[in-house]
Structures are given as C-alpha cells and as structure tokens.
C-alpha cells in the first residue's frame, strides 16, 4: 500500500550491459505523505529553446490585436490545438546582433552578448541561458543539457562577415570560449540517452547482437514490475513502448542507408532522408529526455543561419537562405511563409506530445517553459527588432497562455531570457542587455 511502503528513488533505472533506461515519474517515486496532500506537488521544471534561422515574414507571424488570443496568424495557425498554451511576443530586440549578420543572430540569440568579430580561433561570445540554467537546475540529471541539431555538417573558417562559422555552428556556449557541439544524429542522441556509452565499434557489435537496446534490461525490467502498482506498471510500459517506437525509426533509417558507400567515421549511418522524418524524430528524442528526467535543459536548432536547405514537404524546392532576401517579392515572401508555418508545425507537434504526456500531476507541458523564436526579425533588412517570438508552457512558474504581448518600444530579447531563468529558479539580478523582466507572461490578462 502506497502509505506504507518504502518509496522508489527518482533515479531507478534499467541497467543491463550495454543499456540503461531511465524511467517516467511514477507514483512509487513520490513519499506517500507527498502523494496525499499534493495538488502538483512541486514539480520538476524543464527549459527548452528551439531556434529557427533568418526570421519570419513578421506580417504573417504576428497576431492581430493584443491580450487574449484570437485568430492566429497564417504562419502560427498550426499552434491553434494548444493556444491556450502559448504565448506570442511582439517588438523584441537583439541589440547584440547588429550590425546585422547571420553570424550574430545565431550567436547573440541566446548568450545576448555581442560576439567577437574573428574568422580564427580566438572567437569570443558569452555564457548562454541554456548553459547558466544547466549549471543550477542540470546538474543532478545524466545529461546536464542535450544540444541538437539539424544540420549533420558543421562549417569551418569564415562564414558570414567576417565571422568565424563558430558562431553559427552553435547555439549553446557554457564560457565565452566554448561552444558547445550540436548533435544532428538520432543514433548518437539515442545512445547517450540510453546507451553506456564505448567506441563506434563496441556499440555496433552491441548492436549486432541485440535487436533492441530494451533487449538488455528485460530481467531488470520484469523485477521492477512486479513490484509496482498497475498503474505504474502501465507507465513504464507506455514509456518502454516509445522508447522502442523511436529506436525502430532510426533502426530503419539506418536499413536505408546501409548501401550509402560514403563513410562517416565515428558517426553512425542512419539519418532519415526526410527532414520532416529527421525533425519528429529529434523533437521525440527530447521528449523521451525530459520524461524521463534525463535532462531538464534543452536547445534545439531546426536549421543554421544561412542554410540553404529546401523544403519539399512544405512545397518550397527554391533554398531558405535566398528566399530570405525576397526583395518584396510576394512570390518568394509567400515561399518563405511556408517554411516559417513548416517549421512552426513541427513545434506544434512536440507541444502536443508534451501535453499529452503524464508527468506527475500535470503534464510534460504544464512543468516545462520552451522559447521558440529567432534573433532575427525580417531577414530582407537583416534586422534584429520585432523578432519572431512564441514561448509556451505552464505551471512550471505559473505562465499565462493565450495572450499577445506587445511592446510599445522595443525591448530586450534578454528580458525575456532572464523572466525564464527566474521562472525555472534561476535568480539572476541581470542576463546580457536586460533591463527589466516580462512580467506579463505570468500574470492573469486584464492585469
């Protein structure tokens, strides 16, 4: 019985050689004092940041009138499921970023510092929020953050401006010296989540003798079982069955490309051809991280700055980066439109997993804050006002969905970094350029 007996630590785990499986909050996890008297009994709270590259059509990004939600926009209309969920941001600067370059946008989106004009290796930027937010509310999970990516090759030398491709590279910096790689490879995020690690070679002959990583942690599995509650036991084996559902997906990415004669050194082959493919499956991957208290930070760049990516899925085959420049073009404008709707589709997708998925007495969604944006606002100008803003989320710190902001004068991106910080139970007196905090976003509209 639930009051009497001995509670399962928080870091129970499946181990088996080769694997070990972290697991969902589970009732047993939770003393029985706490279990009787909670409502959301002081949840953990997750931080997350996905980045979209050169901005937004801004005309068919923003909402119209402020306060409560209304209609969405065109490019924000595939978020309609979770409005109440979201917030939208409008007139948010990046004064960091100017003299206005691709380089910078990436750099000072989440560090809002300016960065070091090089193309050597003595670039120079800042600690981003990611990273200070890790530092506090990281450390005692296996993965004190998870960095991803879209983009499988990183570019090298001079990228934009005199800009070192460092800057564009990463997102995420924990010294102003050291950024932070990126992973574009499901497999590797898959095994670093689940896997104990070795070379390339000893986790392939892992793999070659085990169709599933599960495989390895069926006696571990069946021992907790039997001492769980069926609720519980109905948890892990919901959790159990997505971990499966996405190790398949890449298992069959993988298959695809066995006949690929290029090789990849110590990466394994394996990314889907499809973006659309390669995207949901990342955005699952975190979704596994965060439920099962892997990680609680998060950074997530859907593209680079300047990348030439076309979207086939969203009926653009012209590259992003030149349709950015559409010189007024109402044809190139509405091809971009599409992939700022493309991109905000899959981000609607993760926020419903989030919703979706029990998380103690909420949601992964209700106990997460997520920034989904870019620090560019029209990319024809180059500039890094009005940029492209949503955050979503909910009780973790309280936040108010459904509602447009907008400020009168522009106001630092970095407010806003600082407001999520302190939300999460990072107290900062300042982040980069801030000058205040967006109180709105917690408080109740008409306030």
């Known amino acids: 019985m639930i009051l009497t007996r001995k509670s399962l630590s928080r870091r129970t785990m499946?181990?088996?050689?080769?694997?070990?499986?972290?697991?969902?909050?589970?009732?047993?996890m939770i003393p029985a004092a706490t279990a009787m008297s909670r409502t959301a009994a002081n949840p953990v709270k997750r931080l997350g940041y996905v980045f979209i590259p050169m901005g937004?059509?801004?005309?068919?990004?923003?909402?119209?009138?402020?306060?409560?939600?209304?209609?969405?926009?065109?490019?924000?209309?595939?978020?309609?499921?979770?409005?109440?969920?979201?917030?939208?941001?409008?007139?948010?600067?990046?004064?960091?970023?100017?003299?206005?370059?691709?380089?910078?946008?990436?750099?000072?989106?989440?560090?809002a510092a300016r960065a070091k004009r090089t193309e050597s290796s003595d670039y120079f930027l800042g600690v981003t929020a990611d990273q200070i937010a890790a530092k506090q509310i990281g450390q005692g999970t296996l993965l004190p953050s998870l960095e991803m990516s879209?983009?499988?090759?990183?570019?090298?030398?001079?990228?934009?401006?005199?800009?070192?491709?460092?800057?564009?590279?990463?997102?995420?910096?924990?010294?102003?010296?050291?950024?932070?790689?990126?992973?574009?490879?499901?497999?590797?995020?898959?095994?670093?989540?689940?896997?104990?690690?070795?070379?390339?070679?000893?986790?392939?002959?892992?793999?070659?003798?085990?169709?599933?990583?599960?495989?390895?942690?069926?006696?571990?599995?069946?021992?907790?079982?039997r001492e769980l509650g069926g609720a519980d036991r109905s948890k892990v084996s919901d959790y159990l069955d997505a971990v499966r559902?996405?190790?398949?997906?890449?298992q069959k990415a993988e298959a695809a490309s066995k006949d690929n004669p290029v090789p990849d050194f110590e990466r394994p082959m394996g990314v889907p051809a499809s973006y659309l493919d390669h995207a949901r499956l990342m955005f699952d991957l975190q979704v596994l991280a965060f439920q099962g208290d892997i990680t609680r930070v998060s950074t997530f760049q859907l593209a680079r700055e300047t990348s030439n990516r076309t979207y086939p899925e969203a009926g653009v085959t012209d590259p992003h980066h030149p349709l950015s420049h559409h010189g007024n073009d109402?044809?190139?404008?509405?091809?971009?439109?599409?992939i700022n709707r493309f991109h905000v589709s899959l981000f609607a997708e993760f926020l419903q997993k989030l919703a979706a998925t029990e998380d103690g007495a909420g949601s992964l969604l209700d106990?997460?804050?997520?920034?989904?944006?870019?620090?560019?606002?029209?990319?024809?100008?180059?500039?890094?006002?009005?940029?492209?803003?949503?955050?979503?989320?909910?009780?973790?710190?309280?936040?108010?969905?459904?509602?447009?902001?907008?400020?009168?004068?522009?106001?630092?991106?970095?407010?806003?970094?600082?407001?999520?910080?302190?939300?999460?139970?990072?107290?900062?007196?300042?982040?980069?350029?801030s000058n205040g905090q967006v109180d709105d976003l917690f408080e109740p509209l008409g306030i």
């Open 56 to 111: 937004s059509d801004i005309k068919r990004w923003t909402p119209e009138g402020e306060g409560a939600l209304g209609q969405l926009s065109p490019i924000l209309q595939p978020l309609e499921s979770v409005k109440d969920r979201v917030s939208v941001i409008s007139n948010l600067e990046l004064q960091p970023a100017y003299p206005g370059t691709h380089a910078t946008s990436n750099a000072a989106f989440l560090s």
């Open 330 to 338: 109402p044809e190139k404008i509405e091809k971009m439109s599409r």
């Open 150 to 225: 879209m983009d499988l090759m990183e570019t090298v030398g001079q990228c934009d401006n005199g800009y070192a491709c460092v800057y564009q590279n990463n997102l995420s910096w924990s010294s102003p010296t050291t950024p932070l790689p990126a992973e574009a490879h499901p497999r590797l995020i898959f095994e670093s989540l689940f896997g104990e690690g070795g070379t390339s070679e000893e986790r392939e002959a892992s793999r070659q003798r085990r169709s599933s990583l599960l495989d390895w942690v069926k006696e571990d599995m069946a021992s907790l079982k």
């Open 245 to 250: 559902d996405v190790e398949k997906r890449i």
């Open 367 to 433: 106990h997460s804050l997520l920034l989904y944006g870019s620090g560019m606002g029209d990319p024809n100008l180059h500039d890094h006002t009005n940029l492209p803003i949503v955050v979503a989320g909910g009780a973790a710190g309280g936040m108010q969905g459904g509602r447009h902001i907008r400020y009168e004068n522009p106001t630092p991106l970095a407010n806003l970094h600082l407001t999520l910080l302190d939300k999460v139970g990072v107290a900062l007196g300042q982040f980069g350029d």
């Open 14 to 28: 499946l181990r088996g050689m080769g694997a070990t499986v972290a697991l969902p909050l589970l009732d047993a």
